[in-house]
């Protein structure tokens, strides 16, 4: 049975700093690409990060670009994302996503993706 179970959001004020985990098993993890997507209220689901299974390529939505940071550490099986100078509009549900079909670089223009997290709660209040 295939899982990945975020943890890490809570509630934090703008220009600070937050990091999300997100554990996966019941497949070779280190074998796949793997991302982040959130979902703010009222809006649809949108890219947020993606890496290749050995770390070698990142990509960013514009809006995190130079703010937050994907890594991965495989011999844990755990998805990172390092969130720092939090904007209020960073407020959304954050879900980490993975699937051997695709690369990295393919991340943020899919609609379906195989493997999803439950989601964790970020809140930046201003």
């Known amino acids: 049975q295939v899982q990945l179970v975020e943890y890490g959001g809570g509630l934090v004020q703008a220009g600070g700093s937050l990091t999300l985990s997100c554990a996966v098993s019941?497949?070779?993890?280190?074998?796949?690409?793997a991302g982040w997507f959130r979902q703010a209220p009222g809006k649809e689901r949108e890219f947020v990060a993606s890496i290749s299974w050995g770390s070698i390529s990142t990509y960013y939505a514009d809006s995190v670009k130079g703010r937050f940071n994907i890594s991965r550490d495989n011999a844990k099986r755990t998805l990172y994302l390092q969130m720092n100078s939090l904007k209020p509009e960073d407020t959304a549900v954050y879900y980490c996503?993975?699937?051997?079909?695709?690369?990295?670089?393919?991340?943020?223009?899919?609609?379906?993706?195989?493997?999803w997290g439950q989601g964790t709660q970020v809140t930046v209040s201003s």
């Open positions: 996503n993975t699937d051997p079909r695709l690369r990295s670089d393919q991340w943020a223009t899919m609609t379906s993706i195989t493997y």
């Open positions: 019941g497949l070779p993890f280190n074998r796949y690409a």
